[in-house]
């Protein structure tokens, strides 16, 4: 089945130290999304690549990055995570960028930080 | 600029009543409405959406929405609740030209049997 795969489901960082996390798609869709969803509230949108063009969220922090390096996969990285990045990353993916396209999302990976 | 307010943050039924999650949007220009719902430890997965035509909107697994201009509503509701239904159910809206979803904090539906 054609799907968006997150992985890994789970991961545990230490304050500070580094992480990616990966999204894979076997839809072909030309956009795909990172969204952080904290507990009990709405996700919130980081950013988006439609192919290779990067659309950062004006109140993403800097310490949010992505890259693409082809159509199949993205990945978020944090550069140094603190204990309020602590979240539900979920990526999604879209045939086109707004318009009524559907988004579909991943399982998510849960972030804790120590 | 956008948003939405989805009324009531935890919605508990009986199993066989009626659901009933309320979404109320803000939107300049005509809006694109979406109805997500999320299970424990997954991703958003898509309900329904409105885009336009008809304003009653029917999707997956028994749930319908009615898209009321008038009253910048769009409430989700399914006729008899399941213990399956119990899930974080999230409304979203995207105007005409934007380029991103933007969701509300979401209603947490309980089923008691």
């Known amino acids: 089945d054609a799907m968006v795969i997150q992985n890994p489901r789970y991961q545990v960082t230490q304050f500070g130290k580094p992480v990616t996390l990966s999204c894979s798609q076997t839809?072909?869709?030309?956009?795909m999304y990172w969204y952080q969803q904290k507990s009990s509230q709405a996700p919130k949108l980081l950013f988006h690549?439609?192919?290779?063009?990067?659309?950062n969220e004006a109140d993403t922090p800097d310490n949010f990055q992505s890259r693409r390096p082809n159509t199949s996969f993205c990945f978020l990285d944090i550069r140094s995570p603190g204990l309020g990045d602590a979240a539900m990353y979920l990526c999604?993916?879209?045939?086109?960028?707004?318009?009524?396209?559907?988004?579909?999302f991943g399982p998510g990976t849960r972030l804790t930080v120590l | 600029a956008q948003s939405v307010t989805q009324l009531g943050s935890h919605v508990s039924v009986s199993e066989g009543a009626l659901v009933l999650l309320r979404c109320n949007y803000s939107?300049?220009?005509?809006?694109?409405l979406f109805w997500y719902v999320q299970y424990p430890n997954q991703g958003l997965q898509l309900l329904l959406k409105?885009?336009?035509?008809?304003?009653l909107v029917k999707g997956i697994n028994g749930f319908e929405a009615e898209f009321k201009k008038s009253e910048t509503s769009f409430h989700l509701t399914k006729p008899s609740a399941h213990m399956s239904d119990a899930a974080e159910y999230f409304c979203a809206v995207m105007s005409q030209g934007a380029q991103k979803l933007v969701f509300g904090q979401g209603t947490r539906l309980t089923i008691n049997p």
């Open positions: 939107s300049s220009v005509p809006p694109y």
């Open positions: 409105y885009t336009t035509g008809a304003t």
């Open positions: 690549y439609y192919d290779k063009d990067f659309n």
């Open positions: 839809l072909n869709h030309n956009v």
């Open positions: 999604a993916t879209s045939r086109r960028a707004g318009y009524t396209d559907t988004q579909y």
